[in-house]
């Protein structure tokens, strides 16, 4: 369900490597579909289109990379009706289905948001600092109306964030070119806090091992071993060859600015369960993660050859204005 662009390409590409036969179904407004996999091109929330594409079966797996546009309700119709035609359901889920992100520390088995199934675009709400959001209910919604349909035949892969080539936020391709343009740079404290952003690539092939697998449930999706801040922004310096100097900065002093967290300054919040994500379940099941500065190069040769992604709103939405920046460099001097 999707395929054309970021996670849902790499998922599309790298079966087709694995010698699986992929058949993607998206509306065919964005993104390119990947050569050799059979396209369907239909509405996910239209009873007549799902019908055709179940024709199409029967599968071994739905892997859903396509659902956050979608209301519960609207997910519940397609696992329902494709489920006569698909043995199992992986859906791209989040974090942000726990009632305790960001504030505290996660394992799988943490209480989620409580959505039903069958809820429309209205339900949830975002709390006054940010969480938990009208996003999260709706991802626990979506959760819950793939259980209704699949049951045990249902695994649901919740990613932190995600990060690498084909990029559609703009987190680290920011920081990139952020690192690029060198000098002094406003970096947020302490430099040794670990990050746990994990491989477009990596999720891929995980959602695939999850596929081709007997297992059901939930799994965090996060880099099991991360990498200190202050080593994401040596890698971001050492491949785009900035010469750019850090200058880590005390979280109260960013909010004190009013630096937005999490946009502004892509990959910083100052809540304490953010990076404490365990994703020891996964790795148990098969989950494989590279080195970090490795999504750092790949990304960067991707983008520095003309790498561009779908257009998308939330681009827009990150990264610090440089004359922001400069004035809090200056105040600090």
């Known amino acids: 369900m999707g395929g054309t662009w970021f996670l849902g390409r790499h998922i599309a590409k790298s079966a087709l490597r694995k010698g699986w036969q992929v058949t993607t179904f998206n509306r065919g407004f964005s993104g390119r579909s990947v050569d050799d996999v059979e396209q369907v091109h239909g509405d996910r929330t239209s009873q007549a289109d799902l019908e055709r594409l179940a024709g199409h079966g029967p599968w071994d797996a739905v892997i859903d990379t396509s659902s956050s546009d979608f209301p519960p309700r609207d ?10 035609a698909a043995a199992r359901w992986v859906h791209i889920s989040t974090v942000s289905v726990y009632e305790g992100w960001p504030h505290q ?7 989620l948001l409580d959505c039903p199934p069958d809820a429309d675009e209205s339900y949830g709400y975002t709390g006054e600092d940010g969480s938990p959001t009208q996003y999260g209910f709706q991802k626990a919604g979506r959760e819950r109306a793939v259980a209704e349909a699949f049951g045990d035949a249902a695994v649901f892969l919740r990613p932190g964030v995600i990060l690498g080539p084909g990029e559609y936020v703009g987190r680290l391709p920011w920081w990139l070119e952020r690192a690029q343009r060198g000098g002094r740079i406003l970096a947020p404290a302490p430099a040794e806090q670990r990050i746990q952003p994990v491989d477009v690539r990596d ?13 059901s449930g939930g799994y965090n999706v996060t880099h099991p071993d991360g990498i200190t801040f202050r080593g994401f922004l040596e890698a971001c310096l050492h491949e785009t060859g900035g010469a750019g100097a850090p200058v880590w900065v005390d979280p109260a002093v960013l909010v004190d600015e009013g630096v937005k967290q999490w946009t502004e300054l892509p990959l910083w919040r100052t809540h304490s369960g953010v990076w404490a994500v365990d994703s020891s379940r996964a790795v148990a099941a098969g989950l494989t993660c590279r080195p970090i500065a490795k999504t ?6 991707w983008w520095a050859a003309d790498g561009r992604p779908v257009d998308h709103p939330r681009w827009a939405e990150h990264g610090i204005a440089e004359e922001k920046e400069a004035k809090i460099l200056a105040s600090l001097v």
Do not use: C, E, G, I
């Open 75 to 84: 997910v519940l119709t397609a696992a329902t009706a494709l489920r006569p």
């Open 105 to 111: 520390p996660l394992t799988d088995a943490s209480p």
């Open 203 to 215: 999720v891929a092939d995980f959602a695939l091992t999850m596929a081709a697998s007997d297992v």
């Open 296 to 301: 750092v190069r790949d990304t960067w040769r």
